[in-house]
């Protein structure tokens, strides 16, 4: 299938970005891992001996950056539609958030355990179409609030990849009720002309 000529210049950048070469040097599976270590250096959410559960986990540059920090104590489950490779210490969940078996499955396996953070860079399948897209976004940020209503402990924290769109302001609204704080970050691994940033929801109410 021959490329259009837009997908051999995003082709053409990625293949130049700094950020998938250092990936693809230290080892990481994607470039969205310099994203978390950015956010977490910066904020120190990810301690040893903490349950953390990643959200849209595949292909798990962000389990791997969890995994270190956690130093072998803590646990990582992580839940993707898409299929994720193994990765140690890691338990996987193949299925849609959006489904109640897959739900079903992550509760069965946090086994009345709550869990002190929550990481969650999902997006729903782009079709182009900005307004269902951004409101696809909307919807797996809302399920995702419900799930840390139930399952996120007291003071615990909560880190979510957003489009700026419609919307986004009822989502930092309801966030500011459930959180002590909420913060944005725009982490240098994020693509300056993309409208996606992460909110920070720091200090479950």
């Given at each position: 299938m021959k490329l259009s000529n837009r997908s051999k210049a995003w082709m053409?950048?990625?293949?130049?970005d700094e950020y998938v070469k250092r990936a693809q040097k230290e080892g990481y599976r994607a470039r969205a891992a310099y994203k978390l270590i950015e956010i977490d250096d910066?904020?120190?959410l990810i301690k040893p001996g903490m349950t953390i559960v990643d959200?849209?986990?595949?292909p798990g540059s962000w389990c791997q950056v969890a995994q270190q920090r956690l130093k072998g104590q803590g646990r990582i489950i992580g839940l993707d539609l898409l299929d994720m490779h193994p990765i140690p210490g890691v338990e996987f969940i193949q299925g849609d958030f959006r489904e109640e078996g897959a739900l079903t499955e992550l509760e069965e396996k946090l086994n009345n355990k709550p869990v002190d953070l929550v990481i969650a860079d999902m997006a729903p399948n782009i079709s182009g179409v900005k307004d269902a897209d951004q409101a696809g976004t909307v919807y797996l940020t809302e399920l995702a609030?419900?799930?840390n209503q139930q399952w996120l402990k007291p003071k615990g924290n909560f880190l979510v990849k957003v489009f700026i769109g419609v919307g986004f302001d009822d989502i930092v609204k309801r966030m500011r009720l459930e959180f002590e704080k909420v913060v944005t970050r725009k982490p240098k691994a994020?693509?300056?002309r993309s409208n996606e940033t992460y909110l920070l929801g720091l200090g479950r109410k």
């Open positions: 053409q950048e990625h293949l130049n910066k904020d120190m959200l849209g986990s595949a609030l419900e799930f994020s693509r300056g």
